[in-house]
T-cell receptor
Framework: GDSVTQMEGPVTLSEEAFLTINCTYT??????LFWYVQYPGEGLQLLLK?????DKGSNKGFEATYRKETTSFHLEKGSVQVSDSAVYFC?????????????FGQGTILTVHP | NAGVMQNPRHLVRRRGQEARLRCSPM?????VYWYRQLPEEGLKFMVY????????ESGMPKERFSAEFPKEGPSILRIQQVVRGDSAAYFC???????????FGPGTRLTVL
């Protein structure tokens, strides 16, 4: 079945450090890929997405590139801020008969210190 | 344009009671999805509904759980005879079609005593 695997956390960084959160997936067909962010006590907000191979999603300084050959969608940011502290979820929509259903990774907790 | 609305935000029930969780999708969205987030875990898909129809309920427990999305009014996730293991955050999402981005509500945090 479809699945998403994220690097285990928590991840702790100092402000202005470089961030990478790894995400790999297993899916039949050609899924769409997403990164969502969840701040404490809130729901999920879409951070960025990519719908086909080699697409790069970007938003608020975050980037991720859809790599079909390595089935990966790693999240990166060049310089993190304290306000980026949150839980980050990688997800896929496999399409086909699974249209509408998002499959999530387990989430990665990011803490950024001043 | 208001976002996805869920109520209540927090719900406390005793074992054996019923829990009713409501979700109002964004304006113009006719597709609704329910997910459950257990403590320290990611979100798990439960059910996907379109107006008056259940499209995919492959993630719903076979007993005690039901969902509806009537022609008028919010979508309802109903849990009968709650048990402690039902304690979780329940998130609703909506989209204008099944291929579009899903937008999430703030969630309902259910605590079963």
């Amino acid at each position: 079945g479809d699945s998403v695997t994220q690097m285990e956390g928590p991840v702790t960084l100092s402000e202005e450090a470089f961030l990478t959160i790894n995400c790999t997936y297993t899916a039949t067909g050609y899924p769409s890929l997403f990164w969502y962010v969840q701040y404490p006590g809130e729901g999920l907000q879409l951070l960025l997405k990519a719908t086909k191979a080699d697409d790069k999603g970007s938003n608020k300084g975050f980037e991720a590139t859809y790599r079909k050959e390595t089935t990966s969608f790693h999240l990166e940011k060049g310089s993190v801020q304290v306000s980026d502290s949150a839980v980050y979820f990688c997800a896929l929509n496999a399409g086909g008969t699974s249209y509408g259903k998002l499959t999530f990774g387990q989430g990665t907790i990011l803490t950024v210190h001043p | 344009n208001a976002g996805v609305m869920q109520n209540p935000r927090h719900l406390v029930r005793r074992r054996g009671q019923e829990a009713r969780l409501r979700c109002s999708p964004m304006k113009g969205h006719s597709h609704v999805y329910w997910y459950r987030q257990l403590p320290e875990e990611g979100l798990k898909f439960m059910v996907y509904l379109q107006k008056e129809n259940i499209i995919d309920e492959s993630g719903m427990p076979k007993e005690r759980f039901s969902a509806e999305f009537p022609k008028e009014g919010p979508s309802i996730l109903r849990i009968q005879q709650v048990v402690r293991g039902d304690s979780a955050a329940y998130f609703c999402a909506s989209s204008p079609s099944n291929t579009d981005t899903q937008y999430f509500g703030p969630g309902t945090r259910l605590t079963v005593l």
